[in-house]
């Protein structure tokens, strides 16, 4: 069952404030990565490679937790706990949609990181199912 982002904190979602995402290592051990999120209408994503060691742990285990903080209010935050399904179409241009949103740049390789880099990574969009949302209790 996917749990809906209460409206009351949809903001911290839609805004471009950077979350952590949580993903299990092979060896069980948490791994945490600072991210840049968005919102699809039903799931929480997160932009990566497949290359990159969360999209390594995601593809092997898709359990994931992700917590955002707002900047101006630290005691007010989202955590979510989910699975991911991830999701190879369109990821290149979806990512120079975000980087957009969270840079000046008008798209992610070439101005974030090296073009010449693109062709050796599998980009992909990780939408998070949440199973579990935790809010701060002061701002519910």
Not at 38 to 59: F, I, P, W, Y
Not at 63 to 90: A, C, H, M, W
């Amino acid at each position: 069952m996917t749990l809906p982002i209460p409206e009351s904190h949809l903001d911290l979602i839609t805004r471009p404030l950077h979350g952590v995402l949580t993903t299990m290592m092979p060896d069980g051990q948490p791994q945490s990565s600072l991210v840049w999120c968005d919102h699809d209408g039903e799931c929480v994503r997160v932009h990566t490679s497949l290359e990159r060691q969360k999209g390594r742990n995601m593809a092997a285990n898709p359990k994931v937790s992700l917590l955002i903080v707002d900047p101006q209010d630290t005691s007010r935050f989202i955590s979510i706990r989910g699975d991911v399904e991830i999701v190879y179409r369109n990821a290149v241009s979806e990512l120079d949609v975000i980087t957009r949103q969270y840079t000046p740049h008008p798209k992610y390789y070439g101005y974030v990181f090296p073009e010449s880099k693109q062709l050796l990574e599998t980009r992909i969009v990780c939408r998070i199912y949440p199973s579990k949302i935790t809010l701060d209790a002061i701002h519910k």
